[in-house]
């Protein structure tokens, strides 16, 4: 696109981050965006933090990097502090807090900032609890802000937060309409007023409503309206009118807020926080392909236990003591699982956990008046790299998380794949990639035309069956899909060894013939269907796969290593090449050891000596990685130096200032910039280590 040499210099001024030098403390580091409420791919608002971007130094944004108008404010002894986002409200004067410290954990991230002679903390918390779908598929989020005195004196305090309609769309020129409900419970809703349903604009889907609400207590005001009347009432006042505006218009149109303020009292020691929830429902949720290409419309599957989005933000937020608890349990697990690993790995893995789930719902069929509870599948957004549902080579490299928290999450999200292609609508032999084009729309593939990874997706699908099955024990996956995953292993006997040319799920790397990290996962694939004959008594099949997978292996030591025997080849007789062969983790994880040790050690010697700044390449086409296949390839690697070194420069990268964009899992090694990708799931990867038993980690 051309742009004239002055716009362009002006918008490079304006894009520019805040380079001011961080002046908080941030434990474990300050990511590039920190995650604010990270619950569902409709629900994903961070601070984009760049390399040193405080709370109030910057709009919260959406994952996309648009805003999500989101302000708050504090009175203290009359004067005013802005404390989130970067309100301009004309004919006032306010001060801005001063951020003190940030921390992240698994589930939350918690700001503390100095209001003159008050400290506020603000935390931020997505909860986590895979083992609970009801609790899991809720599309809300916690925030609290509690106060304390800082010089020992009592202070008058008042606490002021909005949302704006931003949290609706992705075109900020559609019309939005709102309501204010109040009782126990104080809830502002905002949404569209013309609706598409299953529509995305900007990946913002356009249906269903955003909510911000607060616990009706003493003295909590309400109010919403054009954003600089609603905060300049709170600044001059410290309170709200209880009132409304009705005059429904575009979401830019004198920007209405949603807002809420608590008066805090006189504070001396910390006060009990003042909780909100802030969340984004819809219903139904997912559009799915059924036999015979009927759509089923299907519910997220917290409406088998609430019969209305108020009932279920009350509960939500009369549980927030108890769900702090519950978050605080789970982080703790996570971070001593992870720091058995090393620190650095454990932070990685902390800023990794609310991404990962961020990207799936759970959902539930209906039937009559109820729901079908035995029918529950999880789909998960391709965010960012194209929105694709489901696909296989995304679940893949994410599954660590699934395996690591909760299994049956594994089991739910290969289960569309399953059902749809055991329909026979799917004409491909090989795996389908994913179950539909544009999230949350999962309508399939029938023209067979979906973007092809044979060899990767049948592998992947093989391992990923194993590996559920193996970790749960529960034999139903592999015995109703048996065929299919029969028919994927007779197309990974004939097409893994000497793969052809094609793309692996590295698509952006371009695609290449014989590529040798495609073979080692057509292999282990073909060996992992060996395992799950013998699991169902197969015997004849059983020994009959083992014996190929073991004879391939062979002729690919001699295809796949370089002419010098110091690496793997990236492909077939291209002694020059190599790339991170992280698909033998796979191997490892499903213990199925068809790779020879010796290969592990060749490849953690190679390693040793072949790293850039920030990491060893993906492969010798480019000087990028991945962040998430060279944690995998930590998880297989014989030292723990080497082990180390990937960790480390991921850690490195993650924490390097250089964007301010959610996680992204595609980087380069030279410099530790970051490549296109950002908030994927993929980052649950990040949680190889921890997904191996303590006995099978180096
Ligand atoms: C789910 O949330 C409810 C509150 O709505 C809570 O009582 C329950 O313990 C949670 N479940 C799990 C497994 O954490
Ligand atoms: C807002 O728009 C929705 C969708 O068209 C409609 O169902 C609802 O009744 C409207 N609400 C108000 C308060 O106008
Ligand atoms: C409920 O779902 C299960 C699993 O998909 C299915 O076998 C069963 O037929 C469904 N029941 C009804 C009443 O639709
Ligand atoms: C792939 O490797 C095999 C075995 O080395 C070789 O015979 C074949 O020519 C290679 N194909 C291509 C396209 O390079
Ligand atoms: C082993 O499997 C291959 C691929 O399905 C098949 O062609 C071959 O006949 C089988 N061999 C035996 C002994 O069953």
Same mark, same amino acid.
């Given at each position: 696109?051309?742009?004239?040499? %002055?716009?362009?210099?002006? +918008?490079?001024?304006?894009? !520019?981050?805040?380079?001011?030098?961080?002046?908080?403390?941030?434990?474990?580091?300050?990511?590039?965006?920190?995650?604010?409420?990270?619950?569902?791919?409709?629900?994903?608002?961070?601070?984009?933090?760049?390399?040193?971007?405080?709370?109030?130094? !910057?709009?919260?944004?959406?994952?996309?990097?648009? &805003?999500?108008?989101?302000?708050?404010?504090?009175?203290?002894?009359?004067?005013?502090?802005?404390?989130?986002?970067?309100?301009?409200?004309?004919?006032?004067?306010?001060?801005? !807090?001063?951020?003190?410290?940030?921390?992240?954990?698994?589930?939350?991230?918690?700001?503390?900032?100095?209001?003159?002679?008050?400290?506020?903390?603000?935390?931020?918390?997505?909860?986590?609890?895979?083992?609970?779908?009801?609790?899991?598929?809720?599309?809300?989020?916690?925030?609290?802000?509690?106060?304390?005195?800082?010089?020992?004196?009592?202070?008058?305090? $008042? &606490?002021?937060?909005?949302?704006?309609?931003?949290?609706?769309?992705?075109?900020?020129?559609?019309?939005?309409?709102?309501?204010?409900?109040?009782?126990?419970?104080?809830?502002?809703?905002?949404?569209?007023?013309? $609706?598409?349903?299953?529509?995305?604009?900007?990946?913002?889907? $356009?249906?269903?409503?955003?909510?911000?609400?607060?616990?009706?207590?003493?003295?909590?005001?309400?109010?919403?309206?054009?954003?600089?009347?609603?905060?300049?009432?709170?600044?001059?006042?410290?309170?709200?009118?209880?009132?409304?505006?009705?005059?429904?218009?575009?979401?830019?149109?004198?920007?209405?807020?949603?807002?809420?303020?608590?008066?805090?009292?006189?504070?001396?020691?910390?006060?009990?926080?003042?909780?909100?929830?802030?969340?984004?429902?819809?219903?139904?949720?997912?559009?799915?392909?059924?036999?015979?290409?009927?759509?089923?419309?299907?519910?997220?599957?917290?409406?088998?236990?609430?019969?209305?989005?108020?009932?279920?933000?009350?509960?939500?937020?009369?549980?927030?003591?108890?769900? %702090?608890?519950?978050?605080?349990?789970?982080?703790?697990?996570?971070?001593?699982?992870?720091?058995?690993?090393?620190?650095?790995?454990?932070?990685?893995?902390?800023?990794?956990?609310?991404?990962?789930?961020?990207?799936?719902?759970?959902?539930?069929?209906?039937? *009559?008046?109820?729901?079908?509870?035995?029918?529950?599948?999880?789909?998960?957004?391709?965010?960012?790299?194209?929105?694709?549902?489901?696909?296989?080579?995304? &679940?893949?490299?994410?599954?660590?998380?699934? %395996?690591?928290?909760?299994?049956?999450?594994?089991?739910?999200?290969?289960?569309?794949?399953?059902?749809?292609?055991?329909?026979?609508?799917?004409?491909?032999?090989?795996?389908?990639?994913?179950?539909?084009?544009?999230?949350?729309?999962?309508?399939?593939?029938?023209?067979?035309?979906?973007? +092809?990874?044979?060899?990767?997706?049948?592998?992947?699908?093989?391992?990923?069956?194993?590996?559920?099955? $193996?970790?749960?024990?529960?034999?139903?996956?592999?015995?109703?899909?048996?065929?299919?995953?029969?028919?994927?292993?007779?197309?990974?006997?004939?097409?893994?060894?000497?793969? +052809?040319?094609?793309?692996?799920?590295?698509?952006?790397?371009?695609?290449?013939?014989?590529?040798?990290?495609?073979?080692?996962?057509?292999?282990?694939?073909?060996?992992?269907?060996?395992?799950?004959?013998?699991?169902?008594?197969?015997?004849?099949?059983?020994?009959?796969?083992?014996?190929?997978?073991?004879?391939?292996?062979?002729?690919?030591?001699?295809?796949?290593?370089?002419?010098?025997?110091?690496?793997?080849?990236?492909?077939?007789?291209?002694?020059?090449?190599?790339?991170?062969?992280?698909?033998?983790?796979?191997?490892?994880?499903?213990?199925?050891?068809?790779?020879?040790?010796?290969?592990?050690?060749?490849?953690?010697?190679?390693?040793?000596?072949?790293?850039?700044?920030?990491?060893?390449?993906?492969?010798?086409?480019?000087?990028?990685?991945?962040?998430?296949?060279?944690?995998?390839?930590?998880?297989?690697?014989?030292?723990?130096?080497?082990?180390?070194?990937?960790?480390?420069?991921?850690?490195?990268?993650?924490?390097?200032?250089?964007?301010?964009?959610?996680?992204?899992?595609?980087?380069?090694?030279?410099?530790?910039?970051?490549?296109?990708?950002?908030?994927?799931?993929?980052?649950? *990867?990040?949680?190889?280590?921890?997904?191996?038993?303590?006995?099978?980690?180096?």
């Amino acid at each position: 696109m051309f742009v004239p040499a %002055l716009l362009a210099a002006w +918008a490079s001024l304006l894009l !520019a981050p805040v380079l001011g030098a961080v002046t908080w403390t941030a434990t474990p580091f300050n990511p590039a965006s920190v995650p604010l409420a990270v619950r569902s791919p409709y629900l994903s608002a961070w601070l984009p933090q760049g390399a040193g971007t405080a709370l109030n130094d !910057a709009w919260p944004t959406f994952w996309t990097g648009s &805003i999500l108008g989101w302000a708050g404010f504090a009175k203290v002894d009359g004067v005013a502090f802005n404390w989130l986002g970067v309100p301009g409200v004309p004919g006032t004067t306010f001060n801005k !807090a001063t951020q003190k410290s940030l921390q992240f954990t698994s589930t939350q991230s918690i700001f503390e900032m100095t209001a003159g002679p008050v400290d506020l903390t603000v935390t931020f918390l997505s909860p986590v609890e895979p083992s609970d779908p009801v609790n899991q598929s809720l599309p809300l989020s916690y925030y609290s802000v509690s106060a304390a005195s800082n010089d020992g004196k009592a202070h008058s305090v $008042q &606490i002021y937060t909005d949302i704006s309609a931003e949290w609706v769309t992705g075109d900020n020129s559609l019309t939005a309409n709102w309501t204010t409900t109040t009782g126990s419970v104080l809830t502002h809703q905002v949404q569209l007023a013309a $609706q598409t349903q299953f529509g995305e604009i900007g990946d913002h889907i $356009q249906q269903g409503s955003a909510y911000h609400s607060t616990l009706n207590t003493a003295g909590a005001t309400w109010q919403n309206g054009q954003d600089t009347v609603v905060r300049a009432q709170f600044i001059n006042n410290g309170k709200l009118t209880n009132a409304g505006d009705t005059a429904f218009r575009a979401v830019s149109d004198r920007w209405p807020v949603f807002a809420f303020a608590h008066d805090l009292g006189s504070v001396t020691g910390a006060t009990a926080p003042v909780v909100f929830a802030v969340g984004h429902a819809r219903d139904p949720a997912v559009q799915y392909i059924v036999a015979g290409g009927a759509l089923q419309s299907r519910g997220l599957f917290f409406w088998t236990r609430f019969s209305t989005v108020a009932s279920a933000i009350s509960t939500f937020l009369g549980d927030y003591s108890n769900a %702090l608890v519950r978050a605080k349990a789970f982080d703790a697990k996570v971070n001593a699982d992870a720091t058995k690993i090393s620190a650095d790995y454990a932070s990685i893995v902390a800023l990794s956990i609310r991404q990962g789930f961020g990207a799936i719902e759970t959902t539930v069929s209906r039937t *009559g008046g109820g729901f079908n509870t035995s029918d529950v599948l999880v789909f998960m957004k391709e965010i960012s790299s194209d929105g694709n549902v489901n696909t296989v080579d995304v &679940i893949f490299p994410a599954w660590p998380l699934f %395996l690591y928290t909760n299994p049956t999450l594994g089991k739910q999200l290969l289960l569309p794949l399953f059902e749809y292609q055991a329909t026979g609508q799917y004409p491909n032999k090989w795996s389908v990639h994913d179950m539909g084009a544009s999230y949350p729309k999962a309508l399939g593939h029938n023209d067979g035309k979906d973007e +092809a990874m044979p060899v990767e997706e049948s592998g992947n699908m093989l391992i990923m069956t194993l590996s559920y099955t $193996q970790k749960s024990n529960d034999l139903s996956l592999i015995k109703t899909y048996f065929n299919l995953l029969d028919q994927w292993t007779q197309f990974l006997i004939t097409d893994s060894l000497i793969p +052809a040319n094609q793309i692996s799920t590295d698509d952006f790397a371009g695609s290449l013939a014989n590529q040798t990290n495609l073979a080692i996962k057509g292999i282990v694939g073909i060996k992992a269907m060996a395992q799950i004959a013998s699991l169902l008594g197969d015997t004849a099949r059983s020994a009959n796969y083992s014996s190929i997978a073991a004879s391939y292996v062979q002729q690919w030591q001699k295809f796949a290593t370089s002419s010098d025997g110091t690496h793997l080849t990236l492909s077939y007789g291209d002694s020059a090449s190599w790339g991170l062969s992280y698909n033998m983790f796979a191997d490892k994880l499903l213990q199925t050891n068809v790779f020879p040790a010796s290969v592990f050690d060749m490849q953690t010697t190679w390693y040793s000596t072949h790293a850039n700044a920030f990491g060893v390449p993906l492969d010798t086409r480019h000087t990028y990685t991945k962040s998430d296949w060279s944690i995998w390839t930590a998880g297989l690697v014989t030292t723990t130096a080497v082990r180390d070194l990937l960790i480390s420069s991921v850690r490195k990268y993650a924490a390097d200032g250089k964007s301010s964009q959610p996680l992204g899992d595609w980087y380069e090694t030279t410099d530790g910039s970051v490549e296109g990708f950002r908030a994927r799931p993929v980052v649950g *990867g990040h949680l190889a280590l921890a997904s191996l038993p303590d006995s099978m980690r180096h």
